[in-house]
Every structure is written in C-alpha cells, then in structure tokens.
Nanobody
Framework: QVQLVESGGGLVQAGGSLRLSCEVS????????MAWFRQAPGKQRALVAA????????YYADSVKGRFTISRDNAKNAVYLQMNSLKPEDTAVYYC????????????????????WGQGTQVTVSS
C-alpha cells in the first residue's frame, strides 16, 4: 500500500520560512514526477511546484517563483518544499502528490492525473 506522509507545516510570520517533507512508503518514487499542491479556504487545489523523476527539471507556479524550492532524494524516497519569504496568501493546506506516469519530463496541472496523495499539512502565515 502506497502512502505519502507530509510534515513540516505550521504557523509562521510573514517573511519566515518553512520546509515541508513528504515521505513515501510502499513504493519507490524514483520513477515518478512528484508535486506539491495547495488548497486555500474557498479555493480549488492548485499545483505549486513539481519535479521530474531525476530532479533535472522543475516547475513552479508564478506566485511562488523565486521563493519556493522543490527537491527530492530518491534514496530516501522523499520530496521536499523549501518555502522562503512566506506571505499570508501562502496560507493553505499543502499536499504531496505522485504523478501516475513513469519517467515523464513534462508537468501536469490537473490534480486528477496524480495517483497518490498525502493527507496534507497546514501552513498558516500571519501578517
């Protein structure tokens, strides 16, 4: 059984930093694109960042470019999201997700195309 478990969320002041982690068990993530989505209250879940299977290409939403960094450690079966210069509008539940395709080099925005999800971790940024 594949499980994705996020950690690292919390309450931080604007301008602060957090590092989210996603650990995968039950399967290897080394062949898959991994992504971070977020869902703010009253809004749809949206792709924030993604990284292809070998870590050589990344995607960032315009709203987080230059502030967030996605990375992965295939040996540890984990993916990370370093979030710097946090803003109140970054407040959301953050989800880790695994693309259903193997060895893909493109990114998909549609959450329905991701096969496995974590339970989410709350990030709250106070002003």
């Amino acid at each position: 059984q594949v499980q994705l478990v996020e950690s690292g969320g919390g309450l931080v002041q604007a301008g602060g930093s957090l590092r989210l982690s996603c650990e995968v068990s039950g399967a290897t993530l080394s062949r898959s694109t991994m992504a971070w989505f977020r869902q703010a209250p009253g809004k749809q879940r949206a792709l924030v960042a993604a990284i292809i299977w070998n870590g050589l290409s990344t995607y960032y939403a315009d709203s987080v470019k230059g502030r967030f960094t996605i990375s992965r450690d295939n040996a540890k079966n984990a993916v990370y999201l370093q979030m710097n210069s946090l803003k109140p509008e970054d407040t959301a539940v953050y989800y880790c997700a695994e693309d259903t395709r193997y060895y893909s080099i493109t990114f998909r925005m549609d959450e329905d195309l991701y096969g496995y999800w974590g339970q989410g971790t709350q990030v709250t940024v106070s002003s």
